[in-house]
């Protein structure tokens, strides 16, 4: 569910995975464990998310 949603709204922003984790300062590798549901954002980088 998150993973998809994040996919989603990266793309619908024109953001890559690594350009997303430079402005979260999380490496790609974290971007992409997110995406595919293995981990989630803690809190201070979800809320970072939001923001972006």
Known sequence: ML???LITLRKK???????LAD?????RQTISNWE????APSLDK???LVTI
């Open 13 to 19: 922003y024109g953001y890559s995975q690594q350009e």
């Open 3 to 5: 993973g998809e949603k």
């Open 36 to 39: 595919l549901n293995q981990g």
């Open 23 to 27: 402005k979260l300062s999380v490496t």
């Open 46 to 48: 979800a809320l970072e």
